[in-house]
């Protein structure tokens, strides 16, 4: 891992399964640095289940975060916020994802376009990460460990967690710091 420079802030990577404690210490971590926060949501509210779950996230941020909701393009917050005193959190890269494959259909009947949409969403991680590692603010980015269960039964499903899989592997290699959440204890594995 290369050393710290004075022109660019510190990536991490705060990873674990489901209600694991990811965006509680998240939070907290980004409340700690002094800065100010940019919380960049990458969910959308497709049912009353996920509202439910919106609702209680933005109820329990801090009030001083800046929130900027983006489903698709969070390369376009990092690019029009950045500074040396700003700490983003990007809650999370695992729905990102999602909203990303599940933006259009028909890929998953054929193997050659199943492939071409694998390969263009992990790119566009791979240019996420580059350009978070690049900004002169720190950047802390949520993710689920999703290879820790069973092997899905349906395609996409399948498809989701093999991307997931090498997204958080690439992130991970790039990170200064890397955390495990397990049942609301925080590990540092890197």
Not at 8 to 13: P, W
Not at 43 to 65: S, V
Not at 75 to 81: G, I, Q, S
Request: charged share 30%; aromatic share 8%.
């Amino acid at each position: 891992m290369e050393e710290l420079s004075k022109d660019r802030g510190k990536l991490i990577l705060v990873t674990g399964g489901a209600r694991s404690g990811k965006s509680s210490f998240a939070e907290r971590y980004a409340s700690g640095s002094g800065k100010r926060v940019v919380y960049i949501a990458t969910a959308t509210a497709e049912d009353e289940e996920m509202q439910a779950r919106i609702r209680a996230h933005r109820e329990r941020r801090p009030a001083g975060f800046i929130t900027v909701e983006e489903p698709f393009s969070p390369h376009l917050v990092f690019a029009r916020e950045k500074g040396e005193n700003t700490f983003f959190l990007l809650d999370c890269l695992t729905l990102l994802l999602s909203n990303l494959i599940l933006k259009e259909e028909g890929y998953m009947e054929d193997s050659a376009l199943r492939q071409a949409k694998f390969e263009e969403v992990l790119a566009y991680a791979a240019e996420l990460s580059a350009q978070m590692r690049s900004l002169p603010a720190d950047v802390l980015v949520v993710t689920n460990e999703v290879g820790s269960g069973v092997v899905p039964i349906a395609p996409l499903a399948r498809f989701y967690r093999d991307l997931a899989g090498k997204a958080n592997q690439l992130l991970a290699k790039d990170a200064d710091e890397v955390w495990l959440l397990v049942s609301g204890i925080e590990v540092r594995i890197k």
